[in-house]
């Protein structure tokens, strides 16, 4: 079968029924304490129900806090509890019900954690001491910039202790109707600060070489492979440089294209599906080339190198530009993520440009 953006995709025994895939977005719009914190609400309900509505083959939840303080925010989504979790089944049952496949992504927001809302003083971070705000945790005492306090640097149980909420988090996910889970790897959060030798500047397992600096990436994965049922899927998202050694105009060492593509083997060999390659977000002042597509090579080297499947990310907004990147075979989805915020119906808007079909609610079926 021809890889093309309106076909089937397997993985295990899940199959999705096309390759226009909605990545994880943050909406920031829970309760930030009490009963309902890290509650989805009814407008994660409607944001996720059009795009399922609109044709979307896969729907990945955005980042979902695996405790209090590994939120990005305090509006953040959290599955560390039984309100959550039975929250979120409405939102599963209506994405399946409609043919789209549920997705969550499980993060621990790491040193970046603590902040507004992103239209709040433009995400300002929280201090300690402010409403609603605490002190991050990381691997190493550096603060993301100079307006944030220090982290605490975790010891080696506390990071055990992050393993297990990893895992608590996807039992619950499984419980919540998902049928994906995503590891968030990427964007400066705690595991790609563990990833980079920018941020973890250890001297014990958890640092120093290649084999240590990946060592909780793989533990995480381990942990959510034991609870995870062997016929579902996992995807690992990872920011496949920090774009600091790639840089010819920067000096400071980072995480590289060439070690995604070592850790990918890894993550694949201990039961990971799929890799959901991103860029950046370890730095505030990294320099990005950003244009359509421009993270699509990055998938591309990964897929060519393991064989292990990608999907693609990055201004992804054209149906004939998605239909190449999966023809030319430089990935096996695309992740449509600011266009499907603009057009809900986008993937249903691309099938008719293109050709394809994609299934529609029996609502708006007319003779």
């Given at each position: 079968?021809?890889?093309?953006?309106?076909?089937?995709?397997?993985?295990?025994?899940?199959?999705?029924?096309?390759?226009?895939?909605?990545?994880?977005?943050?909406?920031?719009?829970?309760a930030p304490d009490g009963a309902?914190?890290?509650?989805?609400?009814?407008?994660?309900?409607?944001?996720?129900?059009a795009r399922a509505a609109g044709?979307?083959?896969?729907?990945?939840?955005?980042?979902?806090?695996?405790?209090?303080?590994?939120?990005?925010?305090?509006?953040?989504?959290?599955?560390?509890?039984?309100?959550?979790?039975?929250?979120?089944?409405?939102?599963?049952?209506?994405?399946?019900?409609?043919?789209?496949?549920?997705?969550?992504?499980?993060?621990?927001?790491?040193?970046?954690?603590?902040?507004?809302?992103?239209?709040?003083?433009?995400?300002?971070?929280?201090?300690?001491?402010?409403?609603?705000?605490?002190?991050?945790?990381?691997?190493?005492?550096?603060?993301?910039?100079?307006?944030?306090?220090?982290?605490?640097?975790?010891?080696?149980?506390?990071?055990?202790?992050?393993?297990?909420?990893?895992?608590?988090?996807?039992?619950?996910?499984?419980?919540?109707?998902?049928?994906?889970?995503?590891?968030?790897?990427?964007?400066?959060?705690?595991?790609?600060?563990?990833?980079?030798?920018?941020?973890?500047?250890?001297?014990?397992?958890?640092?120093?070489?290649?084999?240590?600096?990946?060592?909780?990436?793989?533990?995480?994965?381990?942990?959510?492979?034991?609870?995870?049922?062997?016929?579902?899927?996992?995807?690992?998202?990872?920011?496949?440089?920090?774009?600091?050694?790639?840089?010819?105009?920067?000096?400071?060492?980072?995480?590289?294209?060439?070690?995604?593509?070592?850790?990918?083997?890894?993550?694949?060999?201990?039961?990971?599906?799929?890799?959901?390659?991103?860029?950046?977000?370890?730095?505030?002042?990294?320099?990005?080339?950003?244009?359509?597509?421009?993270?699509?090579?990055?998938?591309?080297?990964?897929?060519?190198?393991?064989?292990?499947?990608?999907?693609?990310?990055?201004?992804?907004?054209?149906?004939?530009?998605?239909?190449?990147?999966?023809?030319?075979?430089?990935?096996?989805?695309?992740?449509?993520?600011?266009?499907?915020?603009?057009?809900?119906?986008?993937?249903?808007?691309?099938?008719?440009?293109?050709?394809?079909?994609?299934?529609?609610?029996?609502?708006?079926?007319?003779?």
């Open positions: 079968m021809s890889t093309t953006l309106f076909t089937p995709f397997t993985l295990r025994s899940l199959t999705v029924p096309n390759r226009v895939w909605m990545p994880p977005m943050c909406q920031y719009s829970a309902e914190a890290g509650v989805p609400t009814d407008w994660h309900f409607s944001h996720l129900a044709g979307t083959g896969l729907i990945i939840a955005e980042a979902t806090a695996v405790s209090p303080e590994g939120r990005i925010s305090p509006y953040d989504l959290g599955l560390w509890n039984d309100t959550q979790t039975e929250a979120f089944r409405r939102i599963t049952a209506f994405l399946t019900a409609h043919g789209t496949v549920p997705a969550i992504q499980l993060a621990h927001a790491g040193r970046k954690a603590s902040t507004e809302r992103t239209w709040v003083d433009r995400g300002r971070p929280l201090a300690p001491e402010e409403t609603h705000g605490w002190r991050p945790v990381a691997p190493s005492a550096l603060p993301f910039d100079a307006d944030r306090v220090a982290p605490e640097e975790l010891g080696t149980e506390q990071i055990g202790e992050i393993v297990r909420q990893f895992a608590d988090a996807a039992r619950r996910a499984l419980d919540a109707g998902f049928e994906v889970v995503e590891i968030h790897g990427a964007h400066g959060y705690l595991i790609h600060e563990f990833l980079s030798p920018h941020t973890n500047r250890r001297t014990d397992g958890y640092g120093g070489s290649f084999e240590g600096r990946i060592r909780l990436a793989l533990e995480v994965v381990d942990a959510v492979r034991a609870v995870w049922p062997e016929e579902l899927p996992i995807f690992f998202r990872v920011s496949a440089t920090d774009w600091l050694t790639e840089n010819p105009e920067d000096e400071r060492e980072g995480w590289t294209s060439q070690d995604t593509v070592r850790l990918a083997k890894e993550l694949h060999a201990h039961g990971v599906d799929l890799l959901d390659v991103s860029t950046g977000g370890l730095v505030p002042d990294a320099r990005i080339e950003a244009g359509p597509g421009f993270q699509v090579p990055f998938a591309e080297a990964v897929r060519d190198a393991t064989g292990m499947p990608v999907a693609a990310v990055g201004l992804i907004t054209d149906p004939a530009q998605a239909q190449r990147i999966l023809t030319d075979g430089r990935a096996d989805a695309v992740l449509v993520g600011r266009e499907l915020l603009r057009d809900p119906y986008w993937a249903r808007h691309a099938a008719t440009a293109l050709g394809g079909e994609v299934a529609g609610p029996v609502q708006y079926h007319r003779a």
